[in-house]
T-cell receptor, first 115, second 111 residues
């Protein structure tokens, strides 16, 4: 049981390049989330998916797109990377028990540097 | 927008001492959670306390919640060097999928 996995672990992009961050969970969770973490800012929600087939914007969605490929996988795409998107990106998931707002399980993160 | 604010922002103590971290928030909540993040790692859930609970224990962790003051505290007793990490509070408001995280507090436990 690997929990939440993310690939890649680290990526360097040039301004304007695109990339997709991958996330998968093997806990049969319905809800999945993408956050970014910046120094002194805590975690900010980018997008989330409450169930397979649905996605919703979080606090900072501009410049990102997401795809809930199936129940296991939730990807985050940067179409045209900007230096302001340099950050650490975390994927998380939550099971059904207890409903929205219950415990989230986090992946190890992807460190992205945009030059 | 940030809901929770941890205080202090950094704390350095000796092994064996107790560590207390505080979190204040602004709006009504369903629950409040504490997470730990070791350097270079993802967040790990520690404990969840609901709005109708006042105190909760888990091992060496004790969490209190005062909804009238919109604040929570996390107490780690008999701290260990392995407790060195950043600690975040996160709040959940009803009718939403979202958790709102504070900016975090860095705890250093010196051996």
């Amino acid at each position: 049981n690997a929990g939440v996995t993310q690939t890649p672990k680290f990526q360097v992009l040039k301004t304007g390049q695109s990339m997709t961050l991958q996330c998968a969970q093997d806990m049969n969770h319905n809800s999945m989330y993408w956050y970014r973490q910046d120094p002194g800012m805590g975690l900010r929600l980018i997008y989330y998916s409450a169930s397979e087939g649905t996605t919703d914007k979080g606090e900072v969605p501009n410049g990102y797109n997401v795809s809930r490929l199936n129940k296991r996988e939730f990807s985050l795409r940067l179409e045209s990377a900007a230096p302001s998107q340099t950050s650490v990106y975390f994927c998380a998931s939550r099971g059904l028990a207890g409903g929205p707002g219950e415990t989230q399980y986090f992946g190890p993160g992807t460190r992205l540097l945009v030059l | 927008s940030q809901q929770g604010e941890e205080d202090p922002q950094a704390l350095s103590i000796q092994e064996g001492e107790n560590a207390t971290m505080n979190c204040s928030y602004k709006t009504s909540i369903n629950n409040l959670q504490w997470y730990r993040q070791n350097s270079g790692r993802g967040l790990v859930h520690l404990i969840l306390i609901r709005s109708n609970e006042r105190e909760k224990h888990s091992g060496r962790l004790r969490v209190t919640l005062d909804t009238s003051k919109k604040s929570s505290s996390l107490l780690i007793t008999a701290s260990r060097a392995a407790d060195t990490a950043s600690y975040f509070c996160a709040t959940h408001q009803g009718g939403s999928e979202k958790l709102v995280f504070g900016k975090g507090m860095k705890l250093t436990v010196n051996p």
